[in-house]
């Protein structure tokens, strides 16, 4: 009985001191707190001194995420994780050593570039590829239409940004590869390595086996093995210089040049009576070809000289995959496709779908009624 009197009296003490437990471990499990006292924080990892939170590291393993079920239309498998949360990390890493070496080089990359990146004459592959039509053909205009539209300034900002990081990274690249420089004796090395061989018997000790105080090197073995090797030490006369890359890309003026240019081989085949491969292993870039193919892998100037084309005619200037082509039109063959040609009214310069969707009805009465379609 004195016992379980003494423990009663004991009860509230023990029930203070486990509330106070129970307060300081919930205060102490706060980040804050711990970072301060020198444990656990919210950072998942330090990359060259900077720390990467758990809040970056899971927007960008989302990211990730997402892109691959873009990509792939499924999920990423339970047993798959750990490889790829260690792939995110990766690709963190390399991001953020890109970023800190792009930020001591002074590498930028202004507005202005930019627009003359997306604007010009040959925009980056992944904004194109949404633009190109059934023939192969960049629709310029749609691309334009696409760009001003209001309604896409929040996936424009994506794309400037895109860009961007893309062109800084080139810069970086082009920088980093003009200051690499491979010598005479480096090459000469690494082709011994790859291309003699040899069969030898040998015994092999490891250093270990001798201690730095058996070795002794004096001055004079030093000047010795020099003076036997001086080929070896042999420095070829080098440069250093400064200079500025150009982007190698035709110009308007180069465009013109090359469609006068097989305008004047066109008179010339027209006219003469040598035959047409004779022509093409003079001028043409590519070698002589007789193929078959469809309607829909010319460019749609060359379909419209094709369709009223003769047997023998030559067709072009025109654009191709590969440039500025001449063709001559040899025979048509008859085929069941059936392919359509048609003009198009593109409504999407309203608030939402549903605007868009009247407005083309609107149009649409228009039409049946006897509005001129062009």
């Known amino acids: 009985m004195a016992m379980m009197a003494k423990m009663r009296s004991l009860a509230p003490a023990f029930i203070i001191t486990v509330g106070a437990l129970f307060v300081l471990f919930m205060v102490i499990s706060d980040s804050n707190v711990l970072e301060a006292l020198g444990g656990r924080t919210n950072d998942v990892g330090s990359i060259n001194g900077v720390d990467i939170s758990y809040r970056e590291y899971q927007f960008v393993l989302d990211q990730q995420r997402e892109a691959q079920k873009q990509q792939t239309g499924e999920d990423i498998a339970d047993d798959q994780w750990d490889q790829f949360r260690e792939q995110v990390w990766e690709t963190l890493v390399t991001q953020k050593l890109l970023e800190q070496e792009i930020e001591r080089l002074g590498v930028t990359v202004s507005d202005e570039e930019i627009k003359d990146i997306i604007l010009g004459d040959n925009p980056p592959e992944f904004l194109k590829q949404n633009f190109i039509d059934s023939t192969g053909i960049f629709n310029r205009q749609l691309y334009e239409n696409a760009l001003f539209d209001p309604q896409n300034i929040e996936i424009l900002i994506q794309v400037e940004e895109q860009v961007r990081q893309q062109r800084l990274t080139e810069k970086l690249q082009s920088l980093l590869l003009a200051s690499v420089i491979v010598s005479e004796d480096e090459v000469l090395r690494k082709f011994k390595e790859q291309n003699i061989f040899a069969n030898a018997d040998y015994a092999l000790f490891p250093i270990s086996m001798f201690s730095d105080s058996s070795m002794v090197v004096t001055e004079e073995d030093m000047k010795n093995y020099y003076e036997k090797n001086l080929d070896r030490y042999k ?31 066109r008179e010339i085949v027209t006219t003469d009576t040598s035959d047409f491969k004779t022509f093409v292993d003079i001028y043409s870039t590519q070698p002589y070809s007789l ?21 023998g005619d030559i ?60």
Request: glycine fraction near 4%; avoid cysteine; charged fraction near 20%.
């Open 291 to 311: 193929d078959t193919v469809g309607i829909s892998t010319f460019s749609t100037e060359a379909t419209d000289q094709i369709k009223s084309a003769n047997n």
């Open 235 to 265: 420095i070829s006369a080098q440069r250093k210089f400064r200079f500025v890359l150009f982007i190698n890309q035709p110009s308007a003026a180069d465009t013109n040049l090359v469609i006068r240019n097989l305008e004047n081989v």
């Open 315 to 374: 067709i072009g200037p025109v654009p191709s995959p590969n440039g500025f082509a001449l063709y001559r039109l040899i025979g048509v063959i008859p085929s069941s496709d059936k392919m359509v040609r048609a003009s198009h009214i593109l409504i999407n310069s309203k608030e939402n779908d549903q605007a868009n969707l009247d407005e083309a009805n609107r149009i649409y009465d228009e039409l049946i009624n006897g509005a001129d379609f062009s």
